[in-house]
């Protein structure tokens, strides 16, 4: 199957600056896919790359098997939700969802018409004749989103869309739109510094560090498999192993990772283990977190409910299945 | 606020400023009552008799007509090149950063700042070292110099309170640049561009010192009025011919001003 949107080899450059550089992708058609890396990392220039209001320098961009490069983004049957919904205030909401229709000559009642369905299908149904400004931030977006879908677009881009809203509002967001996507079977490319909405919405990850994509994968493998010490990091929370400390257990002189909660912890410090001491404790609800310091070693382990927790500053031995500890691609 | 209403200011304070307002606009009132006095050689005061015989004469008088024609067509020429010009100066200034915006930007505004005798001696010698006749081209010219900064300012203004994504928003929904300037730019910034060609009208309407450096022959209405008040006969012309250019010049710039308060709520609600 021809992919979605293909880069071959894409960067484009500011100057010195190298927003993107020599990225390599392929989106599937029907994919949720997320591009995930903190802000400067190159992931919004590629959404931009994708919509038409940036030109590579160099390289090319493949949408559904066509060539992109130099077709101005109003050739292109893509449309995009942008980070601060850019709606047009002195539109009503049906004229700025209808605003895709009526460019391209529909009529009145029938672009009106389309509009009023996609306006339902966001929950929004009779909020056709309020301005943008009467709106509240949730209402917004969804409007934003019904704007782009009536264009029935190949590819649906999304810009940070959940970044304004607050945290209630964005899960319930996050769920509908997972939701939506599957039923439109749309391709979806999702741009977040948010790991969590990543991981949890996303097919497929990729994580962007310095205009370069660092890992292209399943949430799964980005969690689990972290290819290097950038990632495990970014992603988060999983514990970063220096060579030293990976050669000892496993042999090989590599970056290692390990998650928090295949650590186990234990009180008796005689036998087998990694001798450490509790630094702090963060009570999580399902399981309580500990900061451990092994011998300036800095580690993380999660300790189920029910089992006994040691008190801060407590020796311990930790222990993990030598085949969980994950050996990054990353050269030592 | 309410506490500011409870809390009257001073009588002195209140007596000085409707001194000060008096000062600013009974002379005003003056000129509108000499359009009415019956003594043609002098103003005298008070005036000693009541007459709208000047209503008639100034009807009758073909230098009038001549002088306003001419100025009503200045105005309307050199507001349509500063809309033109202005609009697409502060584009270019709001929308993108290039080397020496910042100093465009001040450039643009300069003629504004400048005594407007400079302005008249630069393109007066500009004019004759290019060789071009003075005529109604380079009166237009010189009022343009100011006009554009009055539309320029106004633009601007709006420009960067406009969200800069709605203009990639509606080329990403399928419009290109000139369906996004008729749907999307122009009304943003029409009251904006309303505002400031009207105030650039008002401004180029009753300009004097540029326009005595940039004509030849051709007499606008302000010009045709100072040289009436050294002539001795049917002065009160003058006055009646003054109280309309008062109206004329301030009903715009009222418009002006409630278009453009309006304008801040509108553009405020985008986001």
């Known amino acids: 199957m021809t992919p979605a949107v293909a880069f071959q080899k894409t960067s484009r450059h500011f100057g010195a600056v190298r927003a993107v550089d020599a990225v390599d992708l392929e989106i599937q058609q029907g994919e949720f896919f997320a591009m995930l890396g903190p802000s400067g990392s190159g992931k919004t220039t590629c959404l931009r790359l994708i919509a038409g209001f940036e030109q590579p320098t160099s390289g090319s961009i493949s949408i559904f098997g066509e060539r992109a490069e130099g077709v101005p983004p109003y050739r292109r049957n893509v449309n995009t939700v942008f980070q601060d919904y850019a709606l047009f205030p002195h539109l009503n909401v049906l004229d700025n969802v209808a605003y895709g229709l009526m460019v391209k000559g529909i009529n009145r009642d029938e672009r009106h018409r389309a509009a009023e369905d996609a306006l339902k299908l966001v929950q929004l149904p009779g909020y056709g004749g309020r301005k943008p400004g009467q709106l509240s931030g949730g209402q917004r977006q969804r409007v934003a989103l019904a704007r782009a879908l009536v264009n029935k677009p190949k590819v649906l881009l999304l810009d940070e869309p959940l970044g304004a809203l607050d945290l209630k509002l964005r899960e319930s967001m996050q769920e509908e739109l997972k939701q939506l996507q599957k039923a439109l079977g749309i391709t979806f490319v999702f741009v977040t510094h948010d790991q969590g909405e990543a991981l949890s919405m996303a097919d497929r990850v990729a994580v962007f560090n310095d205009g370069r994509i660092k890992q292209v994968g399943a949430p799964e493998d980005i969690y689990q498999r972290p290819a290097s010490r950038f990632v495990a990091d970014f992603v988060g929370s999983s514990n970063v192993l220096p060579p030293d400390f990976v050669q000892r257990y496993a042999g090989e002189r590599r970056w290692g990772s390990l998650r928090p909660e295949q650590i186990r912890v234990r009180r008796d410090t005689s036998g087998d283990g990694v001798a450490a001491r509790v630094v702090s404790r963060h009570y999580l609800g399902a399981a309580t977190k500990l900061s451990l310091d092994a011998d300036g070693l800095k580690l993380h382990a999660t300790v189920p409910s029910g089992t006994a927790v040691p008190e801060d500053g407590a020796h311990v031995m930790l222990t993990f299945n030598r085949d969980q500890l994950h050996l990054m691609e990353e050269q030592a | 606020m309410r506490s500011d209403r409870s809390q009257s200011a001073p009588l002195g304070i209140k007596i000085a400023a409707a001194a000060g307002l008096a000062f600013l606009h009974l002379p ?73 915006r910042e100093a465009i930007s001040l450039l643009v505004i300069l003629p504004i700042a400048l005594p407007g005798i400079i302005t008249g001696i630069a393109l007066r010698s500009a004019f004759s070292l290019a060789e071009i006749p003075f005529s109604f081209w380079t009166i237009v010219l010189g009022h343009a110099t100011f006009c554009v900064v009055v539309v320029y300012n106004n633009a601007v203004a709006r420009f960067r309170r406009t969200s800069g994504s709605l203009i990639e928003a509606s080329m990403d929904l399928g419009a290109d640049g000139f369906q ?47 040289e009436e008040l050294v002539r001795p006969r049917q002065r009160p012309v003058t006055n009646v011919v003054a109280m309309v250019v008062v109206l004329a010049t301030l009903l715009p710039i009222l418009a002006a001003y409630y278009l453009t308060r309006e304008g801040d709520q509108i553009a405020g609600a985008g986001k």
């Open chain 2, 28 to 100: 005003i009132l003056l000129i509108f009552v000499y359009a009415f006095t019956t003594e043609e050689k002098s103003y005298q005061w008070p005036p000693p008799g009541l007459t709208t015989q000047w209503f008639a004469a100034t009807w009758a008088r073909p230098d009038v007509w001549q002088a306003l024609g001419l100025s009503v067509q200045v105005a309307a020429i050199s507001t349509a090149i500063a809309l033109v010009l202005g609009t697409l100066c502060a584009a270019a200034v709001s929308q993108t950063r290039f080397f020496g």
């Open chain 2, 180 to 226: 996004t300037f008729r749907h999307v730019i122009l009304p943003n910034i029409g009251t904006a561009l309303l505002a400031g060609g009207m105030l650039a009208f008002a401004l180029s309407f009753d300009e004097v010192i540029v326009t005595t450096f940039t004509a030849g022959q051709q007499q606008t209405l302000p010009i045709w009025m100072l």
